[in-house]
Every structure is written in structure tokens, then in C-alpha cells.
């Protein structure tokens, strides 16, 4: 029993840290979408409203989405550093596991 639930341990810590992994990139795919919405949203702005504010609006909204696009990979390249710095503290179930089949 003991060592079925060392394996299970193991496989449910390694399954957690995938769901995070893919957690944080689809969190940056979101940014990379909203970013995209706000560039193609000045576009429309200044295409169909001819005037002189819809420039300041597309240079508001370019403004916006390059914000976005910075502030999105801040966070990946953050939260992704984070998660492989922490793994080692997860990974206690393993070496625990091991000790105890010697």
C-alpha cells in the first residue's frame, strides 16, 4: 500500500506542476489576444472615423496594446521562473518514496 501511494504522490505533484506550466502560458496567450484585440480595435477606430482624434485614439490604443504585449511576458517569463525555481520543494514525496524502498 505504502509504495502505491508514494507512486500516486509522485505522479499527482508531477501532473500539478504541468497544469501550472500550461496554466501560465495560457494566461499569456490571453495578454497576447487582448493585445492584438487593442490593435486591431485603433485600426477600426481611425479607419472608419476619419478625423483628427481618431489618431490620437489609434496611438492610445497602440499605447495599450504594446503595454499589454510588455506586461504579459513580464509576467510568463516570471511566473515560469518561479515555478522551475520551486519544483525542488515539491518534488519531497520522490526522494521520501526512495528512502523508504532501500
Same mark, same amino acid.
Not at 494566461?27 to 479607419?47: E, K, P, Q
Given at each position: ?40 480595435? @485603433?485600426?477600426?477606430? /481611425?479607419?472608419? +472615423? ?16 504594446? +503595454?499589454?504585449?510588455?506586461?504579459? @511576458? ?16 515539491? @518534488?519531497?514525496?520522490?526522494?521520501? +518514496?526512495? /528512502?523508504?524502498?532501500?
Amino acid at each position: 500500500m505504502r509504495k502505491y501511494m508514494g507512486k500516486e504522490l509522485i505522479l499527482r505533484e508531477k501532473l500539478a506542476i504541468e497544469r501550472t506550466h500550461m496554466a501560465n502560458q495560457t494566461t499569456f496567450l490571453s495578454y497576447l489576444r487582448t493585445a492584438m484585440y487593442f490593435f486591431v480595435a @485603433g485600426l477600426t477606430i /481611425d479607419s472608419f +472615423f476619419p478625423i483628427y482624434s481618431s489618431h490620437l485614439l489609434l496611438i492610445l490604443f497602440f499605447c495599450i496594446s504594446i +503595454f499589454l504585449l510588455l506586461f504579459g @511576458g513580464y509576467s510568463f517569463y516570471k511566473n515560469r521562473k518561479w515555478i522551475n525555481r520551486n519544483k525542488i520543494h515539491i @518534488g519531497e514525496y520522490k526522494s521520501e +518514496f526512495e /528512502d523508504s524502498n532501500r
